[in-house]
């Protein structure tokens, strides 16, 4: 069979790069392989997100920008996945014709026999059933990249938090947990295929499980921790609201679980938390953060927070400021409050002007700059131990230090933090023994958006119970 060509392009959270690498792997029978170039490409699927309105903007644009390429290639077959196909559907395919095929979020499994009738009748395709359960549950481990370190696997499918302005519940549809050998032989796949490091996927992965009855999240990240080449362990996200003691204790207990949680707070008052449908107060997050911080006290916290949400006053706001102090996160990421479909907050009178929405953010930023710069700062001189991904990608201008080493890598701390290291020229030719190895990295500085350091120690089999190969650097 000749091979055809797949890009597939991907904007939204890591469900959505989790959801990329299925849809690679359910094509793949198919004869589909990957390209990066979408000029010679013969099914472009673009992945998108609605998150906010500019999500979903900069899908249409790019869908767009597509039509040009489709009068070049008449026979290209044009998709549109993801959580902007769920909540558009029909509509897509009215307002592009040159738009082949809209699948929704749940509709990966069935694209191959959508493909194929694609291929054969070149007919146009909507597929955007949602089912309360989960119908197939591989695993496809899709294909993974050279040298590829870590990947995602999700546990968790959808949400039922309805938070008032959120529409995850909506295009996602209800919660649905993967049963847990599916998991586990999933992960072991991808130990097979060179990954050394999972993160665990959800919108909630704290309630893993409670519905249907199956373990819980705790028990089942025990399960993960006795995967043999297995390094590391992470997940993302969890709901403040039913982060269990049991969970808490969890860190520091497992051997591979990484020593950082995300765990978004959104406001920092009450009111605000109340009819965003958080369903926690800020008292009580609060007593969350000091738990985990007594279970496992290097352990790294970081947030999400909107700002700007409808009827926020600016004592509200000054609250959420005053939490982000007493906490001192090790990074958040702020988001400007947007109206979305279906989701009650839309309705909600009291709507923010976008300038005071922008002053707000930029307040909120420059003191999470201000607490990074002095955390970061408070690292240099400590030695971390990584795990190796590969040469450094995307340094930013401000993030290069003024020694700089010819060649640069990067791998992150069990924190998360993403550190950079000159490679000894005796290693350099050993690539393969620095990729997905642990190293020791004495930290030499730090800029507002990295660390760098010395390479002390390693490379180190990273995979536990291979026997520990120590190469002197
Ligand atoms: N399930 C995760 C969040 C997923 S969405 C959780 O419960 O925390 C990622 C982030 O996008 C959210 O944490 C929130 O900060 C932001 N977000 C969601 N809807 C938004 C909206 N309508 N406007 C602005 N930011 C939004
Ligand atoms: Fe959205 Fe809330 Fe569900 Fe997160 S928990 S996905 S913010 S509804
Ligand atoms: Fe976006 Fe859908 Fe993820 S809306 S954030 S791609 S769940």
Redesign the pocket.
Known sequence: MKPKLLHIST??????VYDANQIAGVLAPLGYIGTDAIESADMVIV?????REK?EQKAFSYLGRLAKIKIANPSLIVAVG???A?QEGETILKRMPHVDLVFG?HAIFRLPEMVRRIESSRCRIVDVRLSDTIDVDGPVAGPVSDGQVSAFVTIVRGCDNYCTYC??PH??GREASRDPDRIIEEIRMRVEQGVREVTLLG?NVNSYGSKEGLCSFAELLARVDGVDGLSRIRFTTSHPKDLSDDLIRTFGRLEKLCHHIHLPVQSGDDGILKRMNRKYTRNAYLEKIAGLRTACPDIAITSDFIVGFPGETDRQFQATLGLIESVRYDGLFAFMYSDRPNAPAAAFSGKIAESVKKERLQALLNLQETITREKHQAIVGQTLQILVEGPSRGLKSDDTDSASQPVRWSGRASSNHIIHFAVPDDLLTKKELLTGTFADIMIEGAHAHSLWGRLIRGPKNAAPGKGETTIAA
């Open positions: 904007i939204g959270c890591q469900m959505n992945n998108t997100c609605t998150i999500a993801g959580c902007v769920q979020t529409v995850v295009v996602r919108q």
